[in-house]
């Protein structure tokens, strides 16, 4: 893809969404950033199109005119399932509607690892390994993933979807030296996507280059990624935590605290 004109992110109040967003001006010529939170001032190259996800009929002007969509908005953590219904799942799919008949050829899912996240930290995970959710936040990524696979096989609508470990400033915990993915390693990855002749539809675990890792993204290194930061940097940070149970679901499961927890409108 030569440089794009336009691109679109959603989500971008968010944690992600502010950590990339000066990045993203390098990649486009313009950035249309929307939310339903306010996202801050408009910069240089930006324009900012506030519009919530379940509000279907403002979607193709939401859309319009992009060449590409960064999808990160929606609900980030576990939630009511109906919340998640309605943002997650039936937000995404007229999302990716709108693409479909506004004519947007390429996408970023922001999907999660805890579409993954009852397999456990012994299993090394590829972009093959069947789904596995550890809640109904982890099934509405599932479910995102899918829908990114059938819009790529019936319609030509090429994703990127991104399995995101923990895209954070800092690791919030140890668990999370595992997980953690830089905001710097993000924008490459984004970098990556919008540079790929042909990307297609592939499954990317979104993790630096941690000391301890889970996943392996071999079967797609056809996309040139290669994330640089490392959590090593952090580990001071918990040296002094008491050591971790094994016998705690939450250290047994990729999830962590997701896997762990219980029905959350229990
Ligand atoms: P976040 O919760 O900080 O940001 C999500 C944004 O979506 C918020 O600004 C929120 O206002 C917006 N949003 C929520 N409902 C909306 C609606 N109905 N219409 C329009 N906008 C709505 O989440 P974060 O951390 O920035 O994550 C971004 C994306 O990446 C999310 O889809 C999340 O599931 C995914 N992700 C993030 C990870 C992380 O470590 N930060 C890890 C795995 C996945
Ligand atoms: C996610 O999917 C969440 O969006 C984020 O807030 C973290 O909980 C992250 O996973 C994680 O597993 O650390």
Request: charged content about 25%; hydrophobic content about 35%.
């Amino acid at each position: 893809m030569t440089k794009p004109n336009r691109i679109l992110m959603t989500g971008a109040a968010g944690i992600i969404g502010q950590q990339i967003r000066d990045g993203l001006r390098e990649l486009a010529t313009h950035v249309r950033l929307s939310d339903v939170a306010d996202p801050g001032p408009v910069g240089p190259g930006e324009e900012i199109v506030p519009c919530d996800l379940t509000d279907t009929p403002a979607l193709p002007g939401l859309v319009r005119d992009c060449d590409a969509i960064l999808h990160f908005g929606g609900v980030s953590t576990e939630n009511t399932a109906e919340l998640i219904h309605r943002v997650n799942i039936d937000g995404v799919y007229h999302l990716y509607e709108a693409a479909r008949k506004e004519g947007v050829k390429r996408i970023l899912f922001a999907s999660s690892n805890h579409a993954i996240g009852f397999h456990t930290r012994e299993t090394r995970l590829t972009a093959s390994t069947p789904v596995r959710p550890d809640s109904n936040y982890g099934v509405s990524k599932a479910y995102g993933e899918a829908l990114a696979s059938l819009y790529w096989d019936k319609y030509g609508i090429e994703t990127l979807i991104v399995r995101i470990g923990s895209c954070f400033p800092e690791p919030k915990d140890r668990r999370m030296m595992a997980t953690w993915m830089s905001a710097g390693d993000m924008l490459r990855l984004i970098g990556c996507m919008l540079d790929a002749p042909r990307l297609g539809c592939p499954i990317v675990y979104g993790v630096s280059n941690n000391d301890e890792c889970w996943w392996d993204n071999s079967e797609t290194a056809y996309l040139g990624w290669k994330p640089q930061d490392s959590s090593a940097r952090f580990a001071h940070l918990f040296e002094n935590d008491p050591p971790e149970d094994p016998k705690d679901p939450a250290v047994i499961y990729q999830g962590g605290g997701f896997a762990k927890a219980g029905h959350f409108e229990d």
